[in-house]
């Protein structure tokens, strides 16, 4: 039987978790989960299926400093719980060209029938041009490397900037199936069967434009056990965070409790910040990522003085 790995990339905040969470329940057969966080603290998989098998991968990324750990990963899921499907879910800040390499390289060097099926990547089209601008080779490694894509947040941007992101797109990867239309607004099946359409297209991988690893460019703060809050609170704190009180955070989220004993889940990118409330949670705990990060002013913020555990990364230059 072949185990089918597909890899959904994207850059902090465009949307992968929320993709998961739509095609998982649509998907035929058995599915394994691999998670990969930058921070030290593991987010996503409580966000997806507690029923899945779920590995997750936390401090690092699995395509530079945590391959072995990736490596252990897949093979353990492979062989505990013989799945037809390994979906993966790299850092935000993850080379895909490097993720597919490891991938192959177990496939070739392992008995395991693993076969890489669809390397997917998702954009965001609000904040494409900022991303490119700053962050390019690895946001660059995630578009090139794809062979399909899906755009998020169309309905924050008009549709000539749509069209301008999608021609800016085809200059990095003329083969990948770009899918225009809002997938958000399809039910996770109708994206199956897009996905079932085009999974024959293939594409070379590149060689990554910038090979300096993510741990010398972004650094993150992961705090556990973080104090209460007002629901006003947590809104002035999204607002603050956008305006570089706290360095420049391309990614914050987490889970909550507020002072009504409710626990909200809270997201937050420079272009798109919100939250809600939840339920089902115990625990909560917070992660943010980004450059030039005031840790001192996030610990101080979040902290909770008695029980709070911090935990905290910074690159070495």
């Known amino acids: 039987m072949i185990i089918n790995v597909n890899i959904i990339s994207g850059f902090l905040g465009a949307g992968k978790t929320t993709f998961l969470k ?46 072995k750990n990736f490596k252990d990963s897949i093979e353990e899921l492979a062989l505990k719980y013989k799945p037809e499907h390994i979906f993966i879910e790299p850092s935000g800040v993850g080379n895909l060209s490097d993720i597919v390499k490891v991938c192959k390289k177990i496939s070739k060097n392992s008995d395991l029938p693993i076969r890489v099926n669809h390397l997917i990547t998702i954009i965001d089209v609000s904040a494409f041009d900022d991303y490119l601008e700053n962050f390019g080779g690895f946001y660059l490694d995630q578009i090139q490397n794809a062979n ?96 570089k009180d706290y360095g420049y955070v391309l990614r914050a989220k987490g889970i909550l409790e507020l002072d009504t004993k409710k626990f909200i889940y809270f997201d937050f990118t420079p272009h798109h910040f919100q939250w809600d409330y939840v339920e089902g949670f115990k625990e909560t705990k917070l992660a943010i990522i980004g450059s030039e990060l005031k840790r001192q002013k996030i610990l101080q913020c979040f902290k909770n003085k008695h029980i709070s555990k911090a935990l905290s990364r910074y690159p070495k230059f």
């Open 148 to 243: 399909v894509i899906f755009l998020s947040h169309i309905d924050s941007v008009d549709d000539l900037k749509v069209e301008e992101v999608i021609s800016k797109i085809k200059l990095s990867n003329e083969k990948a199936c770009i899918i225009k239309d809002d997938w958000y607004s399809y039910e996770g099946k109708e994206i199956i069967e897009i996905l079932d359409t085009i999974k024959n297209i293939e594409v070379d991988l590149k060689e990554k434009s910038l090979s300096i690893p993510a741990s010398k460019v972004f650094s993150t703060v992961s705090i556990a056990n973080p104090k209460n809050f007002t629901e006003e609170e947590i809104d002035r704190i999204l607002n603050s965070i956008k305006g």
């Open 22 to 67: 739509k095609i998982i329940p649509n998907i035929k057969g058995k599915i394994a989960l691999i998670e990969n966080e930058f921070g030290d603290i593991g987010i996503d998989g409580d966000l997806i299926n507690d029923k899945l098998p779920i590995k997750e991968i936390y401090a690092g990324c699995i395509c530079c400093s945590l391959v």
